[in-house]
């Protein structure tokens, strides 16, 4: 009998995860995926926004600027890449300048700090390479820029080192209601028990309520296109650049990462398919339209990679968070779209508060606060890494030649608590592939590694979980003779 059991393993059931860690109990987190951050939290902006945009009083607003609030401990606590950059949000008609009055008092009743209009002047010296039709900006301080891979896996290495299990490769089918508490069925056939579920499965959440809560909701897969471009351009742009919202989301945005990469995207396309997260030519040509309403001269040539993810827009547009009317023990946290990333510590924090008073849970003196990230030589000085190789050996290989990733890394991020099993797995925690060949050169040093320290066959490894294998079989060796000295075996590669 487990005390919660949390239902999704992206950032908000993560943030949860890392918050129910804190008191003694038992909990567990329930992942259809091999990994974690396999869904919305891996594919999005990456944006910490201030809170301007959200109705007041939603839980949205609170979410968000409570969210943007604590991310700073939060990510120093957890040993995550955060750079508190600033954003504009540009208006290029003197018609819109009502709207942009309009954010900024809405920005102001939400709580956000140090937020204000710009003029033309301002904001070109800002950011020189915005449109020339530009004739103001709402600029906010606060909004930052983060790694969502890593703000994922860090909740949940910190949830697990603290005793909160996770289960992954595990669809829940049912949930049914007995005495106090739950039995959750899963696609294995197997029944786990439970005193209270938190429902956090992304744009599934709505399946999920509407098992159990006579309050139906209804989630629509909201598809965004982005497209990455190379480091070589980073100095593009310096601040998260918004165009005015409309009913569809933020508009494109053009925005630096953390890595050093610029960032186009996203659009907004309602599909019916929870899992259609392929992008289309249709999709990337309107993001490159209206990327060029807010930006001029985008470089857009140097494009390295697209990819698309889905928002789980609720039809109210808002959080639906806390236990359910008629479901006694079941808490949701569902609709969580944009901006859910940067509302993830503050709704982690806000439902493990719900389930302590619930359960009555007491905290625990010996929670560990903080966790480190995997050792990399980014920072370090020629002592510091000659110092580190010679200690450990591994950290002297590059295996990803763009992102220079060692095999020293690649070890750390199979061994530690949750480790990588698949190539995504080791590209979230390392960025090995992530680079300008796109895993071109390295996939199969990765392949080799996860072979060796996960004990499998290379026909076992995948790109992402599930059937994505990458070697269906192998070839008998072929004899050349022995002056050839050619004993190689020879894969069959699935596109």
């Known amino acids: 009998m487990y005390d919660v059991v949390i239902i999704g393993a992206g950032v908000t059931g993560c943030a949860v995860a890392r918050e129910l860690g804190k008191y003694g109990g038992k909990f567990l987190v329930l992942e259809k995926e091999e990994d974690v951050c396999c869904g919305t939290s891996k594919a999005n902006s ?21 969210g943007n609030a604590m991310m700073e401990d939060v990510c120093k606590d957890l040993d995550v890449p955060f750079d508190r950059i600033g954003s504009l949000l540009v208006c290029t008609e003197e018609e819109q300048r009502t709207a942009l009055q309009e954010l900024y008092e809405r920005g102001i009743q939400n709580g956000v700090p140090d937020l204000r209009i710009v003029e033309r002047d301002e904001a070109l010296a800002m950011e020189p390479n915005l449109s020339d039709a530009v004739v103001a900006a709402l600029y906010a301080p606060t909004a930052g820029i983060i790694c ?29 209601k007995q005495g106090d508490g739950w039995t959750i069925t899963t696609d294995s056939g197997e029944k786990i028990e439970t005193r209270c579920v938190v429902n956090a499965a992304g744009v599934y959440a709505d399946e999920l309520n509407n098992l159990v809560s006579s309050r139906k909701l209804h989630i629509t897969p909201r598809r965004g296109d982005y497209c990455l471009l190379d480091k070589s351009v980073g100095g593009y742009v310096k601040h998260t650049v918004f165009q005015l919202p409309t009913r569809f989301g933020k508009g494109v945005l053009v925005s630096p990462t953390v890595h050093g990469n610029t960032l186009v995207g996203p659009t907004a ?23 060029a309403i807010g930006m001029k001269n985008i470089p857009i040539r140097s494009v390295i990679t697209s990819f698309a993810g889905l928002r789980a827009h609720e039809d109210g547009h808002e959080f639906i968070l806390g236990e359910a009317e008629d479901a006694a023990g079941f808490f949701n946290c569902a609709g969580i779209e944009s901006p859910g990333l940067s509302s993830a510590p503050a709704i982690g924090k806000y439902t493990a508060e719900l389930l302590q008073k619930k359960l009555s849970l007491v905290e625990k003196a010996d929670w560990k606060k903080t966790r480190k990230d995997i050792q990399t030589l980014d920072g370090l000085t020629i002592e510091e890494k000659n110092a580190l190789i010679k200690e450990n050996p591994a950290y002297g290989t590059i295996i990803c030649r763009c992102e220079s990733v060692t095999e020293g890394e690649i070890l750390d991020a199979i061994r530690r608590p949750l480790g990588a099993k698949s190539l995504d797995g080791v590209k979230r925690r390392t960025r090995a592939g992530m680079g300008r060949c796109q895993a071109g050169f390295c996939s199969p040093r990765v392949m080799e590694i996860l072979v060796r320290e996960r004990g499998v066959e290379m026909e076992a490894i995948t790109k992402s979980g599930g ?19 050619d004993t190689g075996i020879q894969a069959e590669i699935q596109d």
């Not at 294998?469 to 060796?477: C, D, K, N």
């Open 269 to 291: 396309i309602d599909v019916e398919d929870k899992e259609a997260t392929a992008t289309t030519q249709e999709g990337l040509d309107k993001l490159i339209e209206q990327s």
């Open 46 to 66: 990456a944006i910490v926004h201030s809170g301007y945009d959200a109705v007041p009083g939603t839980n949205m607003a609170k979410m968000n600027v409570q």
């Open 148 to 176: 969502p891979f890593k703000l994922t896996i860090a909740f949940a290495e910190n949830a697990n080192e603290n005793g909160v299990e996770f289960q992954f490769d595990t669809k829940v089918t049912g949930l049914q």
């Open 467 to 485: 059937d994505a294998r990458i070697v269906i079989g192998t070839l008998p060796l072929r004899q050349t003779g022995e002056a050839s000295g």
